[in-house]
C-alpha cells in the first residue's frame, strides 16, 4: 500500500510579516508547479517546488493593484514597478511557516530595498462539489 504524504498543492491564508508591519495573504500552490499570491496591496504569480521532505519554496513576482506607491516595511515608497517575494517554507501537516525575502523594484527596475518576511499559514480547506445547502 502507497502511503499518502503532505503535499503542499492547494490554497493557503496567513500572515506575512517584514519590518514591523503584518499583512494577509493567499496562496495558491497548484500540482503544476504555478504559485498565485493576493494580498489587499498586491496580486502576483510565480513558481513552486518540493526542496526535500516536507519543505518547499516559491517565489513570486507582485504588482501593487493600486499605483506605483506604497508603505512597505516602515517607509512610503514611489515609482515601484513590482515586488519579488522569495520564501522557503516547512510544511507540518496543513500548516506551514517560512522565512525569505521581499525584494522591492523600481520603475527603472533597479532594487530600491530587500527586507527579510516570515510567513505563516493554514491550508484552506476544499470545498465540496455540488454547492451548499440551506435550511
Do not use: C
Request: no cysteine; charged share 15%.
Amino acid at each position: 500500500m502507497t502511503q499518502v504524504t503532505d503535499t503542499p498543492v492547494g490554497q493557503w491564508s496567513g500572515t506575512v510579516s517584514y519590518g514591523p508591519k503584518v499583512e494577509a495573504f493567499t496562496v495558491s500552490l497548484d500540482d503544476d508547479g504555478v504559485a498565485t499570491l493576493n494580498t489587499d496591496a498586491t496580486s502576483g504569480q510565480g513558481t513552486w517546488s518540493v526542496t526535500g521532505p516536507d519543505t518547499f519554496e516559491f517565489t513570486v513576482k507582485e504588482f501593487l493593484n493600486q499605483g506605483d506607491s506604497g508603505e512597505l516595511a516602515e517607509r512610503q515608497v514611489t515609482g515601484i514597478d513590482h515586488l519579488i517575494i522569495s520564501i522557503a517554507a516547512q510544511q507540518t501537516g496543513s500548516t506551514f511557516v517560512g522565512t525569505g525575502t521581499a525584494e522591492v523594484y523600481g520603475n527603472d527596475q533597479a532594487l530600491i530595498f530587500s527586507v527579510a518576511a516570515q510567513i505563516d499559514a493554514q491550508q484552506v480547506p476544499a470545498t465540496l462539489s455540488g454547492g451548499s445547502h440551506e435550511n
